[in-house]
């Protein structure tokens, strides 16, 4: 080599330093791909995709591949570089040499072609597959020896190379993702995205109707008392009970009282309504939305009475609530959204105290904490230990809470004051 031209010799180099460069880019662009995108496209069947998904099943084969060529080259033009020095500068020029070769391949062979591969992954490592498939054919016996030596030393630590990393999400991460989508995702349709992830995170007990507010027909009560509830009842399924509402009779589809003879009045609270009534469904109220919603689906049910762990009902759940934790509110009525919230001129919500603490937070955008007690009430006896007189005010994650009416058994009503600059919106 020392008889060969001194510029051939730099032009070798020059060869070599592109080379360098094209391992160091194709290592970076080969590990910045998104898995989930390269997989996309290997299903579509673009032919770069497949290869890459080929190479990157065994990536301790691929960094082999790269370092093993990458390294070649760089010695080689360490010592063409050499050579050059003592033919054209002698000994003397082996440390000016030895400075300025180091910044040429830190600068041109990884710095800026690692860079440029980072910004662009796909544009250059599907391109480098074409290269580096039959390169890893070629040297596979230099590969395997390599990589024997490497995954023996790693046995030692417990580490399996050939082991891929599944590159799965947890929810956390794919919230993430889905929140840095941006505008290639409607807004709406992310929202309906969180959810879905909020689901198992969420159970019965959260979106329930309490059981105080369960509207449901006492069978003990006259009959046209009965009627006058069914005429204007909003609901097509209601819970008929006998006295306590722990003694549930049954569920009442209101579909079915096309089956009575005209004079209906004349069997309600008799044999012949009862045998109208469903088979009640019981969840328990910490089963997670998830599950309920499968649940659900399995025994073809839309309503469920919720009961704690002593079988007591707590509260009711349909299918509407839980879809509506996906979707958004069904109703389109104002009244419903703002029954328990009233915006006041000075900029601050009368509440009242029953109101449920996620449902606030989802729909007028709040904070409030929702790990413990499921509504306003509950919050604030939990916050205090003690039932509040009205006039107490406190301050709970920033948002000032004042109790405007309670009684000896709950806050009926408190004034919120949201933090000062928060972005906050009324239903509408």
């Not at 391992?23 to 890459?52: D, I, Q, V």
């Not at 498939?133 to 016996?141: E, G, T, V």
């Not at 891929?164 to 290639?184: H, P, W």
Request: include cysteine; glycine fraction near 6%.
């Amino acid at each position: 080599m020392t008889d060969l031209p001194t510029l051939l010799l730099v032009g070798a180099l020059v060869l070599l330093i592109f080379v360098s460069a094209y391992f160091s880019s194709s290592e970076t662009a080969m590990m910045a791909l998104n898995r989930y995108r390269l997989r996309h496209l290997a299903e579509k069947g673009l032919p770069s995709a497949k290869r890459a998904s080929e190479l990157l099943a065994r990536p301790d084969r691929l960094i082999g591949l790269i370092l093993l060529g990458n390294n070649f080259v760089n010695i080689l033009a360490t010592q063409i570089a050499t050579i050059v020095t003592l033919q054209v500068l002698g000994q003397d020029g082996l440390i000016f040499t030895t400075i300025l070769l180091t910044l040429v391949i830190l600068i041109f062979a990884e710095i800026l072609p690692k860079t440029v591969a980072a910004t662009m992954p796909e544009r250059i490592a599907f391109p480098s597959t074409v290269l580096l498939k039959p390169l890893l054919w070629l040297c596979y016996p230099f590969v395997w020896i390599v990589n024997g030596i490497t995954n023996w030393i790693l046995r030692w630590f417990d580490i399996d190379p050939k082991r891929s990393a599944t590159n799965s999400l947890d929810r956390e991460e794919l919230r993430t993702v889905v929140k840095e989508a941006g505008t290639m995702i409607p807004k709406k349709h992310r929202q309906m995205l969180f959810g879905i992830l909020d689901l198992e995170t969420a159970t019965v007990e959260d979106i329930m109707v309490p059981r105080s507010e369960i509207e449901a027909i006492d069978l003990e009560e006259e009959s046209i008392d009965i009627l006058d509830q069914l005429m204007i009842s909003r609901h097509t399924r209601i819970p008929c009970y006998r006295g306590n509402l722990d003694d549930l009779i049954g569920i009442l589809h209101v579909r079915d009282l096309t089956r009575l003879p005209k004079d209906a009045e004349t069997l309600l609270g008799l044999a012949e309504f009862e045998r109208l009534l469903r088979e009640p469904y019981f969840v328990p109220t910490k089963t997670d939305l998830h599950t309920q919603l499968i649940n659900f689906q399995l025994k073809r049910e839309r309503l469920a009475l919720a009961v704690d762990e002593y079988g007591d009902i707590e509260g009711l759940v349909t299918i509407d609530d839980l879809l509506e934790e996906i979707v958004g509110e069904f109703t389109t009525d104002v009244h419903d959204y703002s029954r328990d919230v009233s915006p006041q001129s000075d900029g601050t919500y009368l509440v009242d105290g029953t109101a449920n603490i996620r449902v606030l937070n989802r729909i007028h955008h709040w904070s409030l904490p929702e790990g413990g007690p499921k509504t306003l009430n509950g919050l604030l006896v939990s916050k205090l230990e003690h039932i509040p007189e009205t006039g107490t005010t406190l301050r709970i994650a920033d948002y000032t809470i004042e109790v405007v009416h309670s009684t000896d058994q709950i806050v009926k009503n408190a004034r919120v004051i949201p933090p000062s600059g928060s972005n906050l919106t009324t239903p509408g």
